[in-house]
């Protein structure tokens, strides 16, 4: 029997890759019925990123998403993505919330947890797969695939073995960013095919225009899973069609039995979906094979672009593209996976824009230097390593190994704002996004981040004499939003227009008229940045902690600020020595670069 079985990606990868995972569960619900009708082997419908756009974004609840697709998909398995010890999170979590996690998940209805390390550290997928077998689901180990100077089929081989011992039900191969070649997929499948018993799967990304063939090949060599999306959201840094690889197959011995022309129906449904979300369509939708180069997986490049984007700095990411490797080399070389492409993809921005590299170094980066994710695939650069920790020593045990149980902490921290156990999983997957989240929906006031298409304009707020505005109520799909446009975005190329009613009378505003009025203050209210004393950060973020306080006397150097940008931390140091008179940022403030968020005076 080598009939060839179909995991659909189109409620978790094929948006996340196209979209921002911008996909609303009201998207999803009316096709259910029909993609139930299928027959595929799963759907995969959730994972870290679904979950956080649904917190941080939607304001939907994730684990509502997911009761209610397991009602609407009675019956098809569902399938998650899950970050091994770091679950959903950035972060190790301590083994009893591991099992929590997997309990409840299990219990919400994923049939099928694909679990991976960002390292292939296979001790850090231990305690989930065992869980994962404890409720009686499906346990995929995963490879994450790349390629460097060590990974080799034999390492990749004894990964996918370990994972076997530790009781994986199956193994995939992973190929985030679209790096697999034709040639090298049916050589890594027959060496898995041949030595090991359970299952194989294959997901690989369409980036660079050899996911078909490279799924051919994999197929032909005894891989019977693989891993596609629904056409409307194929392609690009997605997935290959479904429907194609259904024709592509039809009428061979791995023929996978599906209705091509239910499967076009449930793509033209798509098809229009996708219109909605056009502001989160990813600049990479065509072919790239520059992943080739900078191994760059697609997920990682349309959050680089959008957060460059964000101030304007969208014309240097081919710079930051030729600095992740170099940085990935002075680490060790680690799959670019979560969280490690944003480790990496963090420092890798900062190198560039700070102009000197190493000048700033995120708190992940220094973690991920001792050892706190576990064992990188190659030795890492000792002087970059030393930069980061200095003397301090560097861990050899399982990171988790070091974690005190904290599922009854988290409990009391949260305390009522959590209603039931899930709540608590939102609150520790995200603590500042997951409890803002939690204390919205409280006080009944969750609202979704707009979409601005169509815009319309109703009235400005009041806003400071002969200032151009740069605070408005825009009222979309009638609901009325506050919206702030910040400095941020006033150099961005796109030629962005407003139009704005002033006193009744309704004007067209360019944002490039708005940034000759922001040059003396930015959008926060703070003073731009003109002595050297002033503090600013190199990233749009938010402010998770002032480490000092007016009046303090700080050395140029001395951490002042920490800021999170991209899901990391980064420290903000002082520039010059001197004493602190101004502090212009509260924590949990948004800020930007160029503002002046403390004033420091010789
Ligand atoms: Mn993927």
């Known amino acids: 029997m080598s009939r060839v079985y179909i995991t659909d990606t189109i409620l978790r990868d094929a948006h996340q890759s196209l979209i921002a995972t911008r996909m609303r569960t009201e998207d999803m619900l009316p096709v259910c019925e029909k993609l139930d009708e299928v027959g595929f082997w799963s759907l995969e419908v959730w994972g870290g990123a679904t979950f956080d756009a649904c917190v941080r974004f939607l304001k939907e609840d994730p684990w509502e998403r997911l009761h209610k697709l397991r009602h609407a998909l009675p019956n098809t398995r569902l399938q998650m993505l899950l970050r091994g010890q770091n ?57 994450c695939y790349t390629v460097s100077p060590v990974h080799t089929v034999a390492m990749y081989l004894e990964q996918a073995r370990d994972m076997v011992d530790m009781g994986a039900d199956s193994i995939a191969i992973k190929d985030m960013a679209g790096l697999l070649r034709p040639s090298e997929t ?33 197929v032909e060599s005894g891989c019977a ?48 979906i996708r219109k909605k979300y056009a502001q989160f369509e990813s600049e990479f939708t065509g072919v790239d094979t520059r992943v080739q180069v900078n191994q760059v997986p697609g997920g990682m490049m349309s959050n680089l672009a959008k957060q460059l984007e964000e101030q304007g700095a969208l014309h240097r990411i081919h710079e930051v593209f030729e600095e992740i490797p170099r940085v990935r080399r002075d680490l060790g070389f680690p799959p670019l996976v979560t969280p490690t492409s944003q480790i990496v993809g963090t420092q890798a921005v900062l190198n560039v ?78 603590p500042e996004v997951g409890k803002a989240f939690l204390s919205e929906r409280k006080a009944g006031v969750l609202k979704p981040e707009p979409l601005i298409s169509p815009l319309t304009v109703a009235a400005p707020s009041p806003v400071a004499e002969r200032i151009a505005p740069t605070e408005f109520k825009v009222s979309v799909h009638g609901e009325t939003y506050d919206v702030q446009i910040t400095g ?19 004007q067209e505003v360019d944002l490039e008229v708005l940034s000759g009025f922001s040059r003396t203050v930015g959008a926060g209210g703070r003073p731009i940045a003109s002595k050297p004393g002033d503090v600013v950060t190199s990233m749009p973020g938010n402010i998770v902690d002032i480490l000092v306080s007016e009046g303090d006397r700080v050395a140029a150097g001395d951490g002042v600020l ?41």
């Open 562 to 602: 920490v800021t999170e940008a991209m899901k990391m931390e980064t420290q903000i140091q002082a520039p010059i020595s001197g004493t602190v008179v101004a502090i212009h940022v509260r924590k949990g403030d948004r800020v930007n670069p160029n503002e002046t968020l403390m004033e420091i005076e010789p």
């Open 87 to 143: 679950l959903l999170g950035y972060r190790h979590y301590s083994d009893d919330v591991v099992r929590e996690f997997v309990r409840l998940a299990a219990r919400e209805g994923i049939d099928v947890f694909r679990i991976f390390d960002a390292l292939n550290d296979v001790r850090n997928l231990r305690v989930a797969i065992d869980a994962v077998k404890e409720h009686g689901k499906h346990a995929q180990g995963t490879l």
């Open 353 to 430: 824009l700070t102009g000197e590299r190493y000048k700033t170094i995120t708190n992940e980066v220094k973690r991920y230097l001792q050892g706190g994710y576990g064992h990188p695939p190659a030795p890492v650069d000792e002087a970059v390593r030393r930069k980061a920790i200095g003397q301090e020593a560097v861990i050899d045990v399982r990171p988790a190994d070091l974690l005190k149980p904290e599922l009854e902490s988290l409990k009391a921290e949260i305390g009522d704002l959590a209603e039931c156990d899930t709540d608590v999983m939102i609150y520790a997957m995200f």
């Open 225 to 272: 899973h693989i891993d596609t999306a629904i056409s409307a959201f194929a392609g690009g840094t997605s997935h290959p069609p479904t429907e194609s690889m259904v024709v592509a197959l039809h009428g061979t011995p791995y023929d996978t039995g599906l209705d091509l022309g239910l499967l076009q129906e449930i793509s033209a449904y798509f098809a229009g």
């Open 186 to 218: 049916a050589r890594l499948g027959k060496v898995l095919r041949d030595h090991l018993d359970v299952p194989l799967f294959l997901h690989c990304h369409a980036t660079a225009g050899l996911a078909e063939m490279c799924q051919l090949k994999a």
């Open 488 to 506: 941020a975005n006033l150099d961005s190329q796109r030629n962005r227009r407003f139009y704005i009613t002033l006193d009744g009378v309704p």
